[in-house]
């Protein structure tokens, strides 16, 4: 079975194929506004170069605080991937309260550090204060590898 869009086959996908729930998964959905980063203890973070907020879904099983994901993938262009290490080094999902546990099925507020450097790409995330446009945003995936490479057989070729 093929699908369209990846957003597809997470909706659709069969439960025992486990594509996601074996390994982190992340969508990568927006950057939080200035004003959710001043709530709580999100302000009394010190970023280093590597590190950038951003407000994530968790598709798969339960993901730990330190995961690391090796690929990150646009939702318009999946058969172009960037392989770069990413470690979860934060986690927010009640916006007062750090986490070590990213649940299945959450959204929250993540601090993602970017080994090799921040991609450029990740321009193209909306920032949670404009509305999204898609001639000019673009929602991203975090993954392992190993899912990444699950994925391919079920994404139709995009001619």
Known sequence: ???????????NQNPEDKL?????????????????????????INLHPNEIWIGCENYSDTIPKNATFDVLFPYHAVEQPIYKKVILQHIYVKL????????????????????EGIPK?????????????????????????SVYKKLQPFMETQE
Not at 1 to 11: A, P, R
Not at 20 to 44: I, T, Y
Not at 132 to 143: M, P, V, W
């Open 1 to 11: 079975m093929t699908f369209k869009n990846i957003s597809d086959l997470i909706l």
């Open 20 to 44: 996601f729930s074996e390994r982190p998964f992340l969508r990568l959905s927006e950057l939080p506004s200035r004003k959710k980063l001043n709530h709580g203890n999100l302000n009394q």
């Open 96 to 115: 007062a309260v750090e986490s070590d546990w990213f649940p299945y099925g959450h959204t929250a507020i993540c601090l993602l550090h970017f080994v």
């Open 121 to 145: 790409i990740l321009d193209k995330l909306c920032p949670e204060s404009q509305k999204f446009n898609y001639a000019k945003h673009d929602f991203f995936y975090l993954a392992q590898n």
